[in-house]
C-alpha cells in the first residue's frame, strides 16, 4: 500500500485548500471507472520504471549539449518508438556548453588536507595550477553583499549556509541564491574564488553541483561547493585562526552545442488538436545519472501516457510527452518549445511537469481558471485514495513548463513529498537504487489518472467565472 | 541515558557466555566507589571528545608513512604533554610507504560513464594512460580463483559481492578476503586489473579503501574498489552485453618511510611497574580524516586516562596509553613495539584497544586465566548500568592487541554496536560529525572503569586453576 501521509499535515494541507473545498464537478461513470483502472494497472507498472532503469544504465549522465545528451535523444526515439507512441521527434536548438574538466579544493594551511568539492555548473576556470588565498568566511550571501571591499579582495569567499529540508522543497530557494550570487558578488570585490556550503541536506561528503546563473558557459569567477562536513571542517579550521585554500576547476566550454526536446505523442480522436502536455527533462548534471533527476520524471511521464496509449479507445484529447533538453543549464529546452508552439498556446489545454524525485504525491495543486476549480476538486477526489490531498491554485506546473504557465496554459502540479530529495539531487548520489518503486509507480498512476480525465473529458480549464452583473447595490 | 540493548539480544548473550555467569570477585568498596565516580565524570567527558575534533581537524587525515602521521605524532605528544601526562614519547620505527595520486574508472563501451573508484592500498599503478579491457564478473573470490585461466587472461575481474552489516563487524571479514585475494587470483591469471564492489555497507557512491596485503607497497596488480552503487550500475550494463571498462591508477611508493608509536602514561604507585595498556592506532586511511577509525578510539582511551589521572591519588599500576604508528598498512606500530618491549610482556597485566567507532558498548569479552574468570564478571557488573552485556572469553583485544594476546597478555574487547560502522569505514565519509558524543562518552566510562579496576585491585588476570591432583578415579 502507499504509505497515507501524516493526518496532521493532511488535515492543515485541507484548511489551506479552503477555496478548493467546493463542490466538485460530475464525472461521467464510464470515465471515472477508467481510470479506476489505470490507476490499477499503474500500481503494476514495468514501461515507466524501466525507462528511468534503461536510460540511466544504458546512457548514464546526460550533461546538456554533451555527447551524453545527444545519446539520450537518439535513445529516448528508439524506445518511445518501440513504445508505439505517435509521431516521436526531435526539436533541435543550440546552447552554450559548460563541462569541468578538473577541479580540486584543499587546505593549503595551517593542516594541509582536500576538501571533496565540486565545481558549479557555469564556474569559471581558474588560472592553471589554481589560485590560493585566505578564506574570509560568510553566514549568508547577504553578508557578503554588505562586507566592505577590503574584507574580499585577494581572498577567497567561503558561504556557509546550510540547506533546509523541506517536504515542498522549499529550502532549496535560499540555497539557489547563494548559487547563483556567490560568484559575481565576490567576484566584484576582488575576490580569487568563491566557496559555498553545498546545496544539499544529506550529511555525507557528497558535494551538489547546479548552474550559478543562466549565462551558461560565462560565469562570473570560479566557484565551487564544498560538502557539508567540509563545510564544517573549514568551520572548524576558522575557529582556531586563518585559513589558506587553493582552488583549481578547469572548465571546457563551446558556443553552441547540439541539444533538443524529444517529443512522443498518443494521438487523440475528435479533439486531436487539443493538447494535454507531460513533460520532465532529459539531460542530468554529470555527477551522478540523474535518475531522481529527471529520470524519474520522464518514467513517470512515460509510464503514464503509454497505459493511456493500451486503452481499447484513445482519449479525444492528444496526449503530449516532452522530454525537454537542457534544463539544468537553463531552461532552454522550455524556451524552444515556447518559441516552436508559441502560435499554439490555446490548443494546449493542460501541462505538468514531474521534475522532483519520485517521492509520494501528496497534494494536487492546479492553476485553473476559477470557474474551472470544480474540475480540480473532482480530480482530486478521484485521487484521494492514493494519499493525495486538495493543493491551492497557484501551482507553477514544473520548471519547463513555467513559461506555458504565464501565457496562460492551466497547469497542475502534484506535490511530491520531496524531504529527501536534496539529499541526492545534483550529486553522484543521483542514482538509479535511489528509486522506491512503489512510491514511483503512484506517482504513474496519479499521472494517468490525471492525464486520462483531462483528455477525455472535454473539460475547460481557463473558464473563468462570468463578471457580476454591474448595478446591484 | 545511553541506549539499552534490546532484551533479546541480552538474553542471548546471557546464555552464550554461561561459562562467565558464575561467581563475581569481590570489589573493595572505595574502589568501587571511586569507579562510580569515574562513571560518572566520563558522562560529562570534554577532554576525550576534543582530542577526536583537535586531531581531526587540526592535523586530517594520517595516512601511514606520511608527512600526515608525523605531524599527528607531533601534534599528540604535544597534546598528551600538555593535558600531564607522564613520559610522553614517540617510539620510531620505519614502514613501506604507499599513496594514491591519481585514479579513475570508467566504462568506455556501450555507454560511456565514469565510475566512482578509489583505489586499494597497495595497489600497484597501471602503465600511464591506464588499461583498457572487457569485465569478467564474479559473484566471489572463490570463483574467481576456481575460473579458468581462459575466462580472465586479458580481462579486468570485477568481484560483485556484497557486504554485510552485522552489530559485532564480523560481515568484514569476508569482504576483507576479496579486498586482499582479488589482484592476486586476477594476476595470476593474465588480468589486467582487479576491481571489487566496495567493502561497505551504505547505499551512496562512497568508495571504501583499505590494505590489500601487508607486502605494502609491492601489491599484485593494479585494483580498485567500486561503490554499491557502480557496482550495481556494472552489473546491469552486464546483463545487458559486454562491457568494457578502463583503469588508471597512479602511486607513490618509498621503501623506508618514518612512522612511530606515540606513548604516555598515568604513573603508577607501588605497582608502577606493572601495565595496563590501552591502546588505539594514530594512523588513517587518506580518504576522511579518520574519525571513527581510529581518532574516536584514541579519544576513548586518551580521555578515559585523563580522568584517572586526575583522581586525587593514582592507581597503584601505570596506565600506559599506547597510539600506535602505521596499523591500516600491516600492523607495523604493533610489531615494533612487541619488538621494543618483548622482554617485559610478563610485566603487562592487562592490554585493550579500541578501534571499532564510537558505538554504544554493548557486550565485555576477555580473555584472562580461568581462574580470574570472577574478576571478568565483577567488572562487566559494574558495566552493568552502561548496558553493558557478559561476553565470552575469546577476545583478541584489537588489531594492534593481537600480538600481546598471543603471547599470553591478558586483552579486554569492550564490544560496540558497529552495525553502521561499515558505512563511514575507510571512505570520506569517516568524519567528526560521524560521532555520537553520548555514545563516545559512553566508552569512555568503560574503559575507565576497567582500566582504574585493573590499574587499583593488583588482580592477576593470567590466573590458572590449579590443576586438579592425579590419581582420583
Request: proline content about 5%.
Amino acid at each position: 500500500m502507499f504509505k497515507p501521509v501524516g493526518s496532521a499535515i493532511a488535515a492543515a494541507a485541507m484548511l489551506a485548500a479552503g477555496a478548493l473545498a467546493q463542490e466538485a464537478a460530475e464525472l461521467d461513470a464510464e470515465i471515472a471507472a477508467t481510470t479506476q483502472l489505470l490507476i490499477e494497472q499503474a500500481r503494476a507498472d514495468e514501461i515507466g520504471l524501466n525507462f528511468v532503469e534503461d536510460l540511466t544504465t544504458e546512457v548514464g549522465q546526460r550533461l546538456a549539449g554533451s555527447e551524453s545528451e545527444a545519446r539520450a535523444r537518439d535513445w529516448s526515439v528508439a524506445e518511445l518508438t518501440e513504445l508505439g507512441f505517435d509521431n516521436v521527434r526531435v526539436e533541435a536548438f543550440e546552447i552554450p556548453f559548460w563541462s569541468r574538466k578538473s577541479e580540486s579544493v584543499a587546505v593549503t594551511s595551517p593542516a594541509p588536507q582536500n576538501l571533496v568539492a565540486t565545481a558549479l555548473g557555469g564556474s569559471a576556470a581558474t588560472p592553471t595550477g589554481g589560485v590560493t588565498g585566505e578564506i574570509v568566511r560568510f553566514e549568508s550571501l547577504a553578508e557578503l553583499q554588505a562586507a566592505p571591499i577590503s574584507q574580499v579582495d585577494g581572498k577567497i569567499v567561503f558561504i556557509d549556509e546550510e540547506t533546509i529540508a523541506t517536504m515542498d522543497g522549499s529550502g532549496y530557494g535560499m540555497g539557489v541564491r547563494k548559487r547563483s550570487g556567490c560568484a559575481r558578488a565576490a567576484s566584484d570585490k576582488g575576490a580569487l574564488a568563491c566557496l559555498i556550503r553545498s546545496v544539499g541536506t544529506q550529511p555525507h561528503r557528497m558535494p551538489h553541483t547546479g548552474i550559478m546563473a543562466r549565462d551558461g558557459a560565462e560565469g562570473a569567477g570560479p566557484a565551487a561547493a564544498i560538502s557539508g562536513p567540509d563545510a564544517d571542517q573549514l568551520t572548524r579550521l576558522l575557529e582556531r585562526g586563518p585559513v589558506t585554500v587553493s582552488v583549481d576547476i578547469q572548465t571546457e566550454i563551446k558556443t553552441n552545442a547540439p541539444s533538443g526536446n524529444v517529443i512522443a505523442e498518443v494521438k487523440g480522436t475528435d479533439l486531436s488538436d487539443e493538447i494535454i502536455l507531460l513533460g520532465c527533462h532529459l539531460d542530468s548534471w554529470d555527477l551522478g545519472t540523474g535518475a531522481l533527476d529527471d529520470g524519474a520524471g520522464c518514467g513517470i511521464v512515460v509510464g503514464a501516457a503509454r497505459l493511456i496509449a493500451d486503452l481499447p479507445e484513445p482519449p479525444r484529447r492528444t496526449i503530449r510527452v516532452v522530454l525537454y533538453g537542457a534544463e539544468e543549464v537553463g531552461l532552454f529546452g522550455a524556451t524552444a518549445y515556447a518559441r516552436e508552439h508559441g502560435d499554439h498556446l490555446d490548443k494546449h489545454i493542460l501541462a505538468s511537469e514531474s521534475d522532483f524525485g519520485a517521492g509520494p504525491i501528496w497534494r494536487f495543486q492546479t492553476r485553473f481558471g476559477d470557474a474551472a476549480l470544480p474540475y480540480a476538486r473532482t480530480i482530486q477526489s478521484v485521487l484521494s485514495p492514493l494519499g493525495v490531498t486538495p493543493g491551492d491554485n497557484r501551482a507553477r506546473g514544473g520548471p519547463d513548463i513555467g513559461i506555458l504557465a504565464r501565457s496562460g496554459v492551466p497547469v497542475v502540479t502534484p506535490g511530491q513529498d520531496g524531504i529527501d530529495y536534496f539529499d541526492y539531487h545534483h550529486t553522484p548520489d543521483d542514482t538509479f537504487d535511489k528509486i522506491d518503486p512503489e512510491e514511483f509507480r503512484q506517482n504513474v498512476a496519479v499521472y494517468a489518472a490525471f492525464a486520462y480525465i483531462a483528455a477525455e473529458t472535454g473539460w475547460d480549464f481557463r473558464k473563468q467565472a462570468e463578471p457580476e452583473s454591474a448595478g446591484t447595490q
